[in-house]
């Protein structure tokens, strides 16, 4: 018998209804994520992949809603929740963090009321066994000192010990999920890493799920399990993180990480994907990418399915780069 995935996203369409038109920010996006791994969102800005992350925890404002799928969490569909069986989960089995931890914290409380505060709205406990599991949580994340810390107002952190604070107050409660979206990209390289590593022996240890939102490649191939390339509101790529990087099927997974500095020659110009990302208000039929695209024909005109190129590998493309992929290319 095969376990339940912690999270599985069926054929999820959230959309914005503007005075301008419909914005179909998540077109049709599936994917699983089963207990204890990691699944990596990566696009460019606009990609829908933030979204993605809100839709799934409930989180989407007008003027967007959901208008279509079903996120099932532990076999449970959320999108059919009301915002008070949410709340009761929110925070407590599933938690996001944010890109700003000022979303997560309230200026004018010091950090041990919100966090012994987020304990107590979950689960009824001594408040001295709260306040220990905050102090806990800070030193998990790096926080020096965490019991003095613990009486510190948000305005007297910097912004990268905001950041894991706002972490230290997602793990509080070991959820089965986290949504973490671009968690890491205001800190310096030491402290991401810590963190990162935080999270994964987090992940090993207690079973915790996560979709690690984000733009930046070589976080992701040290971190995640696996990985759905989102562009102009689809997943236009899907599998596991090694297999994916080494040798990406769709062209714009190719460019990429075509166009990371390190991956071209020193000397060499940087490689860019032509163009810009389109408008999701005035996207044309069939696929979305075809005009940045150097592989694009006739048929692109219309929208490929997501297809099965290979074992474990997706790619919504009709010309994938199915060819041994040469070094740096």
Partial sequence: MTETPTLEVRNLRTHFFTRAGVVKAVDDVSFTVPRGKVLGLVGESGSG????????????????????GQILFKGQDLAKLSDEEMRKLRGNRIAMI??????????????????????LAHEKVPEAEARARARDALGMVGIPSPEERLKSYPHQFSGGMRQRVAIAIALLHRPDLIVADEPTTALDVTIQGQILAEVQKLAATTGTSLIWITHDLSV????????????????????????????????????????????????????????MTPSLLSLKPGCAFRARCPRAQEDCAEMPELHAWMPGRLARCHHPHLEPREEAA
Wanted: charged share 20%.
């Fill in 98 to 119: 944010f890109q700003d931890p000022m979303m997560t914290l309230n200026p004018v409380l010091r950090v041990d009321t919100q966090m012994i505060e987020t304990v």
């Fill in 220 to 275: 992701v191939a040290g971190l995640a399990d696996d990985i759905a390339v989102m562009y102009a509101g689809k997943i236009v790529e899907q599998g596991d993180v090694g297999e994916v990087l080494d040798h990406p099927l769709h062209p714009y997974t190719h460019g990429l990480i075509g166009s990371v500095p390190s991956r071209n020659r020193r000397g060499e110009p940087l490689r860019q994907i032509p163009g």
């Fill in 49 to 68: 992949k933030s979204v993605t992350g809100f839709s799934v925890m409930g989180l989407v404002d007008p003027p967007g809603r959901i208008v279509d």
